[in-house]
Every structure is written in C-alpha cells, then in structure tokens.
C-alpha cells in the first residue's frame, strides 16, 4: 500500500496565494503547485514541469499532535481514490506547518453556486449533478468507503458541467467499527438516516440517504433540508414518516428513486450500484424531453 511518504511536497513547489475558505483545522488557499510530470510513464527521462491550480488546506501551527493527525488523516483516506467526481490528493507537507495539497474546484462551494446560477442552471444540468454524485458514491461504495457527511456543503464546482465530493473528514472504512463521536456534537442531524441519528450506526444505506437528501439540496437551488426545524424535533418526525417534500420541477421518477432512500429500514434503500443507473436513465429521459 503506498504510504503518506509517496506524496510528500516540498515546500517550494507550492505558491500560496488568497485564502477561499475556513476549514475546522485552518485556512484554505487557493494556489499554485509546480509537478514533475514525465510525458511518458515509461519514459522517466523525459519529464517535464507543470504547474496546476491548486486549493491548499493548513493547519494552525499551534495544533497538538493528535490534532493534526486528525488533519492528515483526511489526506490518507482521499490518497485512495481516483475519481472524476472526487476531489484529488495533489500532496502534502507533513511537518509543521502542516499542508494537504487538492485539485482545485474553480467555481467553488456547489450550494453558493447553486444560489448564483439559480436562472441560468436548468433541470438537466441539476441531474446531472446528482447523477455524478452517484456515480462517486458507487465508487466509494465499491470500495466498501462510507463517506458520512454526503451534503450540499461538501459538493464542490470544477465547471458548469462538473462537480467532486469533497471533504473526506468523516469517511470511514466500513469494517472499521470505530464509531464517530463529535467533540462538538456537530452532527449533520437533518442529513442522516435514522439508524445513525438513533444508534450512529453509518453504513452504505446510510450514505445513499444522504444522498438522497444532497439530491433534494440539489433540486432546491441551495435550500437546507428542514428548514425552520430544531435538530432534537428531526427523529420524530422522520419516524412519524415525514419526508423532505417533492422539489418543484423534480421529475416523478426522481422523487420516487428518492423516497426509497429514505425508506426506514436500511435494507429497504437501492445500492449506489443501482442508483447511478437509475440517475442515468433519469438524466437521459429529461435531455429527450428537453429536445422535443
Ligand atoms: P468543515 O469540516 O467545517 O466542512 P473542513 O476543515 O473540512 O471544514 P472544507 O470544508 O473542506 O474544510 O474547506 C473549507 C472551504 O474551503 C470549503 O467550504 C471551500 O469553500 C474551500 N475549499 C476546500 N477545498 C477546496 C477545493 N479543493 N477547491 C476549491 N475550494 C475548496
């Protein structure tokens, strides 16, 4: 298995340039980074120098170990993946201060960018979102990866056309038993199924309720699930069988594929297996309709 090692930057091959965002360990830049590339993988004389745009999230310098631990820990799950809708691993620094090094997503946070383009982005371009999303999520799911925090706010914007799951704080393997516990107790209650309200219990039909509530995000231009309602009332109602409300526009099919992710019993929610060929088959039968 590579090792963190594999990735390690120097220093200088990374310019800092504007902060973009806050994250829980520090700030996040927007950058650039200088690669070696060879041209050919079989030709490694033959490299030549690259520099790509690049989001670098740090961690405060006086964090204690176990706190940037925590930090890189995110770069350790994200290495494992190569997705054209995740996020990608650039590198890190690992000593002091600590950086990880990401793709950059050009267009930023997916709910503000939703909120933007609110006119200009029609239905298609709305499933198609969420039907990249899945195709992620079956990707993780493929690789036996709970994500646990699948949500509007961690979806990132790559082009008009492209979006990438983003934020890989919470994922577990899921053979790990290892329960999440918040120090803060900053649960995303109003996203999750209802055995990981009740039992924390995060399992692929966790992950594909999430989904389905990031779908409903979607269809909403940005709008957050329960608006309006405390955290503490969200069990009740879900286990009364209320539900997120069909958005305006949201093809049937769509809905229904949504209301079986948030059928109760977990065993009951479709696989992300079958979900992105679903989300397929939704997404062509909305370019035909548009074309007539
Ligand atoms: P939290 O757990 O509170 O969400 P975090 O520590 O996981 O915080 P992120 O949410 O990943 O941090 O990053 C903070 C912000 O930085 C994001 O909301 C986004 O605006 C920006 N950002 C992070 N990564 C990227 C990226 N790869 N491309 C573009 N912007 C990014």
Redesign the pocket.
């Known amino acids: 298995t590579p090792t963190a090692r594999n990735y390690e930057l120097q220093r200088n091959q990374i310019q800092l340039n504007d902060i973009?965002?806050?994250?829980?360990?520090?700030d996040?830049y927007?950058g650039q980074c200088q690669i070696l590339r060879s041209a050919n993988k079989k030709d490694s004389a033959n490299v030549r120098e690259d520099i790509i745009p690049?989001?670098i999230?740090t961690c405060k310098v006086d964090a204690d170990l176990k706190t940037s631990e925590k930090?890189l820990e995110?770069a350790y799950v994200m290495q494992k993946f190569e997705h054209p809708h995740i996020?990608r691993l650039i590198g890190i620094c690992s000593d002091s201060p600590i950086w990880i090094v990401?793709?950059?997503?050009?267009?930023?946070?997916l709910r503000?960018y939703l909120k933007e383009n609110i006119s200009k982005l029609k239905l298609g371009t709305l499933l198609l979102y969420s039907y990249q999303l899945s195709t992620a999520l079956s990707y993780l799911e493929s690789k036996k990866f709970v994500h646990r925090?699948i949500a509007a706010?961690?979806v990132?914007v790559?082009s008009p056309t492209c979006i990438?799951l983003?934020?890989?704080?919470?994922s577990r393997w899921v053979e790990d038993q290892s329960y999440y516990t918040s120090s803060k107790g900053?649960l995303p209650i109003k996203w999750m199924a209802p055995e990981s309200i009740n039992f924390r219990r995060f399992t692929t039909a966790s992950d594909a309720w999430m989904f389905a509530v990031c779908t409903w995000e979607i269809l909403m231009y940005g709008v957050k699930p329960f608006q309006g309602i405390k955290n503490s009332e969200v069990i009740g109602k879900l286990e009364n069988g209320e539900r997120l409300a069909l958005p305006p526009n949201c093809p049937p099919r769509l809905y229904s594929l949504m209301s079986q992710c948030w059928s109760y019993e977990p065993a009951k929610r479709p696989d992300f297996k079958n979900i992105k060929e679903i989300m397929k088959e939704i997404l062509l039968e909305e370019k035909v309709s548009d074309s007539e």
């Open positions: 973009i965002g806050l994250g829980q360990f520090g996040v927007v690049v989001a999230k930090f995110e996020i990401m793709e950059l997503a050009r267009l930023g946070e503000a925090d706010r961690n990132l790559s990438k983003a934020d890989f704080g919470l900053l």
